[in-house]
């Protein structure tokens, strides 16, 4: 069973930056996307960022030219480097991997206040 475990989440003022890491358990293959997604308070789970067949990068038009998705495959690791960061971008965020399963980590909080 692969774990996904999420970090750097924290609390920060408006303008700040923050670098939010997933590393996977164990080496996943066949990835098709690897995404972050957020829960803001009150509403839906939504994507933020993700990269799909290892080239094809999305973002929310919420957060681009602030937020950066990137991988690490050495690592194992996933990143979204989030600048400029708004209070509107207080969430839990969630690392995702589809590789015909479906992983998801626990969450990280990211508070930012204004």
């Known amino acids: 069973q692969v774990q996904l475990v999420e970090s750097g989440g924290g609390l920060v003022q408006a303008g700040g930056s923050l670098r939010l890491s997933c590393a996977a358990s164990r080496i996943i293959t066949n990835i098709n996307t690897m995404g972050w997604y957020r829960r803001r308070p009150g509403k839906q789970r939504e994507l933020v960022a993700s990269i799909a067949n290892a080239r094809t990068v999305n973002y929310a038009e919420s957060v681009k030219g602030r937020f950066t998705i990137s991988r690490d495959n050495a690592k194992n690791t996933l990143y979204l480097q989030m600048n400029s960061l708004k209070p509107e971008d207080t969430a839990v965020y969630y690392c995702?991997?589809?590789?015909?399963?479906?992983?998801w980590g626990q969450g990280t909080q990211v508070t930012v206040s204004s």
């Open positions: 995702n991997i589809w590789a015909g399963l479906n992983y």
